[in-house]
C-alpha cells in the first residue's frame, strides 16, 4: 500500500506564513510529479502548485510570488511553504502524488488534507 500523509497545517493571522509538509510511504518504486491542491467550502478542489520528477515547478496564478514547491526525492517528501497568507488562502490543503508501486503502474494517490485557516 501506499500513503499519503500531511502536516503542518493550522490556524495564522493574515500575512503569517506556514509549511506543509507530505510524506510518501509504502511499497513505493518511484514517484513523478507531487503536487498541492485545496478545496475551500463550497468550491471545487484547485490545484495550488506542482512539481514535476525534475523540479519544474507550475503555480496557480493566485498563489504565484507567495509559495513556493520543493521536494525531497531521498525522502519521498513534498513541501508548500505559504508566506504572505490572505483569507482566501484558507482551505483544506491535499498533497498528490503519481506514483508507481513495486510490480505496477504510476497512479494517483491522495492525502488526507490538512486545515489551513487564515483570519483576517
Known amino acids: 500500500q501506499v500513503q499519503l500523509v500531511e502536516s503542518g497545517g493550522g490556524l495564522v493571522q493574515a500575512g503569517g506564513s506556514l509549511r506543509l509538509s507530505c510524506a510518501a510511504s509504502?511499497?513505493?518504486?518511484?514517484?513523478?510529479?507531487m503536487g498541492w491542491y485545496r478545496q475551500a467550502p463550497g468550491k471545487q478542489r484547485e490545484s495550488v502548485a506542482t512539481?514535476?520528477?525534475?523540479?519544474?515547478?507550475n503555480y496557480a496564478d493566485s498563489v504565484k510570488g507567495r509559495f513556493t514547491i520543493s521536494r525531497d526525492n531521498a525522502k519521498n517528501m513534498v513541501y508548500l511553504q505559504m508566506n504572505s497568507l490572505k483569507p482566501e488562502d484558507t482551505a483544506v490543503y491535499y498533497c498528490?502524488?503519481?506514483?508507481?508501486?513495486?510490480?505496477?503502474?504510476?497512479?494517483?494517490?491522495w492525502g488526507q488534507g490538512t486545515q489551513v485557516t487564515v483570519s483576517s
Open positions: 498528490n502524488a503519481y506514483i508507481r508501486r513495486m510490480g505496477s503502474n504510476f497512479s494517483d494517490y
Open positions: 509504502g511499497s513505493i518504486f518511484s514517484i513523478s510529479a
Open positions: 512539481i514535476t520528477g525534475i523540479a519544474r515547478t
